[in-house]
Nanobody, 127 residues
Framework: QIQMVESGGRLVQTGDSLRLSCVASGRTSPSFAVGWFRQAPGKERELGAA????????YYSDSVKGRVTISRDNSKNTAFLQMNSLKPEDTAVYSCAAKYGRASGQPMAVKKSYAYWGQGTQVTVSS
């Protein structure tokens, strides 16, 4: 199993930037992809971005494309989500999740394929 712990969420203002971190521990081998998801009040959890096991492939949803960058540092078992030009509609609980394997591209966008989830970190964007 992999344990995922997010950090970095906080209250920010419209237009601000924020970087979230996700540290993986436990059985971090074999390779695994990481996805960042978010869930706003009253809405379903949705994928924001995902990154492959070696960082060579990334996927972004249309709602965040151009404003968000996902990255990872495998030497620290940490994934990051850099968010820029934040809007009030970005307010949500952001969670990272992992799935074993060397998936890349579209298969990384399948929410139900992720087996290991963190507890989430709250991001609130004030207008």
């Amino acid at each position: 199993q992999i344990q995922m712990v997010e950090s970095g969420g906080r209250l920010v203002q419209t237009g601000d930037s924020l970087r979230l971190s996700c540290v993986a521990s436990g059985r971090t081998s074999p390779s695994f992809a990481v996805g960042w998801f978010r869930q706003a009040p009253g809405k379903e959890r949705e994928l924001g971005a995902a990154i492959s096991w070696n960082g060579g492939s990334t996927y972004y949803s249309d709602s965040v494309k151009g404003r968000v960058t996902i990255s990872r540092d495998n030497s620290k078992n940490t994934a990051f989500l850099q968010m820029n030009s934040l809007k009030p509609e970005d307010t949500a609980v952001y969670s990272c999740a992992a799935k074993y394997g060397r998936a890349s591209g579209q298969p990384m966008a399948v929410k139900k394929s992720y087996a290991y989830w963190g507890q989430g970190t709250q991001v609130t964007v004030s207008s």
